[in-house]
T-cell receptor, first 111, second 111 residues
Framework: GENVEQHPSTLSVQEGDSAVIKCTYS??????FPWYKQELGKGPQLIIDIRSNVGEKKDQRIAVTLNKTAKHFSLHITETQPEDSAVYFC??????????FGAGTTVTVRA | DAGVTQSPTHLIKTRGQQVTLRCSPKSGHDTVSWYQQALGQGPQFIFQYYEEEERQRGNFPDRFSGHQFPNYSSELNVNALLLGDSALYLC??????????FGQGTRLTVV
């Protein structure tokens, strides 16, 4: 099955700086890569996703890049704000809909 | 649109008991998946229901079972509860091969 590894496990950044989270996956059949943000006591919230026919996607301060050859994808958050503090999860799936998640990255934005 | 709703939000059960968790999918969604999220970890796929049948199953024992109703809502049942079943149980819904939206989860504590 799919194995997703995520790094780093914790990330502390100064407000206004950028944050980068990296994930690798094992199954070459995976073709959909969502990113979720989870705040304390809440369920994961989809923040951005990318499909394997696209190399990069951007939505305001958030961007995701995908390297199919190397089987890795990354989340970039620019101009970080205190409300960006949360746990972020990457995930991967092929067309069978089952999401395989990374272990999560706890992001802390220091004011 | 109420999004994905789960009930109850919290639950305490004794070892050996049985529990039923409930999920109402987002309006227009016909596929429901269940995930188990242990503390400090990423969600783990339990199973997925589509057209009232289990379409896929993750690496969970038969003590975990489910059901989907004609209105697409779903239940997760866990029999013979173990201490290790303590976790946040998440329900996600989607329509076809579109993005999955998660509920806020049910926090199950087994004592």
């Amino acid at each position: 099955g799919e194995n997703v590894e995520q790094h780093p496990s914790t990330l502390s950044v100064q407000e206004g700086d950028s944050a980068v989270i990296k994930c690798t996956y094992s199954d070459s059949a995976s073709n959909y890569f969502p990113w979720y943000k989870q705040e304390l006591g809440k369920g994961p919230q989809l923040i951005i996703d990318i499909r394997s026919n696209v190399g990069e996607k951007k939505d305001q301060r958030i961007a995701v890049t995908l390297n199919k050859t190397a089987k890795h994808f990354s989340l970039h958050i620019t101009e970080t704000q205190p409300e960006d503090s949360a746990v972020y999860f990457c995930a991967a799936t092929s067309n069978d809909y089952k999401l395989s998640f990374g272990a999560g990255t706890t992001v802390t934005v220091r004011a | 649109d109420a999004g994905v709703t789960q009930s109850p939000t919290h639950l305490i059960k004794t070892r050996g008991q049985q529990v039923t968790l409930r999920c109402s999918p987002k309006s227009g969604h016909d596929t429901v998946s269940w995930y188990q999220q242990a503390l400090g970890q990423g969600p783990q796929f339990i199973f997925q229901y589509y057209e009232e049948e289990e379409r896929q199953r993750g690496n969970f024992p038969d003590r975990f079972s489910g059901h989907q109703f004609p209105n697409y809502s779903s239940e997760l049942n866990v029999n013979a509860l173990l201490l290790g079943d303590s976790a946040l149980y998440l329900c996600a819904s989607q329509q076809g091969n579109t993005e999955a939206f998660f509920g806020q989860g049910t926090r199950l504590t087994v004592v």
